[in-house]
């Protein structure tokens, strides 16, 4: 995972390393770095394709948005209103998969959602 994985705290990278546990990633999340790392926000500094090529090198599988994602986001009730939360929301829960998430707002869904 490389150095970033080893600065998480014990429980996410714990889950991380589970060769058990399958490691997706959302093309939502590389959107919402190219758009913010547009505006120049100091936290979304990675360039996109890098970030995607070391998700794939380090075993990462990618979910496509499809349409029955977009569906999905209308059975979300209004907790919170970040687009790239709730279309990370509607993916776990079409695709039965669990959202590891570090934000208490995300973690208020009853989607497979882990606070971590």
Not at 57 to 68: F, K, L, M, V
Not at 94 to 112: K, M, N, R, W
Request: glycine share 6%.
């Amino acid at each position: 995972m490389g150095a970033t994985a080893d600065r998480w705290p014990a429980r996410p990278r714990t889950l991380l390393d589970d060769p058990l546990n399958e490691l997706l990633f959302s093309a939502a999340s590389l959107w919402e770095v190219a758009i913010k790392r547009g505006l120049g926000r100091p936290d979304f500094r990675v360039e996109p394709r890098v970030f995607r090529r070391g998700l794939l090198d380090n075993g990462y599988r990618e979910i496509p948005i499809t349409s029955a994602h977009a569906v999905a986001l209308d059975a979300l009730p209004p907790l919170h209103t970040d687009p790239f939360d709730r279309i990370l929301l509607a993916q776990a829960l079409t695709e039965g998969d669990v959202l590891l998430t570090s934000d208490p707002d995300v973690a208020q869904y009853s989607a497979p959602v882990q606070l971590v």
